[in-house]
């Protein structure tokens, strides 16, 4: 095994007193099976969240069509269109870090990858205040006469910020990998870190994709 995945070892694979390559082996199981575990958590987090919007869209479908209308097809398909992006340079970096000598479109792509996240953010950003704006939050002042629809817009203010947070870990998770493989060339090559970081962003466009029909898309056909 090479001094660079040497380095790669952390505790307590480092101290198991296995073969260098079998020990990183196994620590490569260990990170890729915590978060797949992490995962499947956070799935019924966010699978609640559109079990109960569902629910609640059986019961009031006039009011959540109405409420839907209202929302800025523009920005929720542009930032769909950037994660779509994100996540396929993601996976170009996953693949690529396996072999040997594509440092350099490694970093290039999960520099992409923390440029596309921002870009949603800042899309979202301009879309919450073009939304605080027509007063389209739950309370006084809200704009549509139906009550339900106010129902809907803090099912769409609660989930968009809460996957907006998960998308900031994931740029900040994202971008640890770029500096770190930018100052230590032999950082990225083999490291589990990457492959668990990407499997994270993967999730995060994964929930996005399941949001941006639900909350953009009802009310508009026809």
């Given at each position: 095994m090479s001094a660079a995945e040497?380095?790669?070892?952390?505790e307590p694979w480092d101290g198991l007193g296995l073969p260098e390559e079998s020990a990183l082996a196994r620590q490569r199981a260990?990170?890729?099976?915590?978060i797949w575990i992490f995962i499947a958590s956070e799935v019924l987090f966010f699978g609640a969240i559109i079990l109960l919007y569902t629910v609640m869209r059986l019961e009031h479908p006039d009011a959540f069509a109405a409420?839907?209308?209202?929302?800025?097809?523009?920005y929720g398909t542009?930032?769909?269109?950037?994660?779509?992006?994100s996540g396929m340079l993601a996976a170009v970096a996953s693949r690529m870090n396996e072999g040997a000598g594509a440092r350099r479109t490694v970093l290039w792509c999960l520099?992409?990858?923390?440029?596309?996240?921002?870009?949603?953010?800042?899309?979202?950003g301009i879309e919450y205040r073009e939304d605080i704006g027509k007063h389209l939050?739950?309370?006084p002042g809200f704009p549509l006469p139906q009550p339900p629809a106010q129902l809907f817009f803090a099912v769409y203010w609660f989930a968009?910020?809460?996957?907006?947070?998960?998308?900031?870990i994931g740029i900040g998770l994202v971008a640890r990998l770029v500096v770190l493989g930018?100052?230590?060339?032999?950082?990225?090559?083999?490291?589990?870190?990457?492959?668990?970081?990407?499997?994270?962003?993967?999730?995060?466009?994964i929930v996005w994709i399941f949001l941006y029909p639900l909350l953009y898309l009802p009310g508009r056909a026809g």
């Open positions: 040497k380095l790669l070892l952390r260990g990170a890729t099976f915590g409420a839907a209308r209202e929302t800025n097809l523009v542009l930032n769909t269109a950037l994660l779509l992006t520099a992409a990858t923390v440029g596309l996240g921002l870009a949603f953010l800042a899309v979202k939050v739950p309370g968009t910020a809460i996957h907006g947070i998960h998308l900031a930018w100052r230590d060339p032999a950082f990225l090559p083999g490291n589990p870190q990457v492959e668990v970081s990407l499997l994270y962003w993967g999730f995060v466009d």
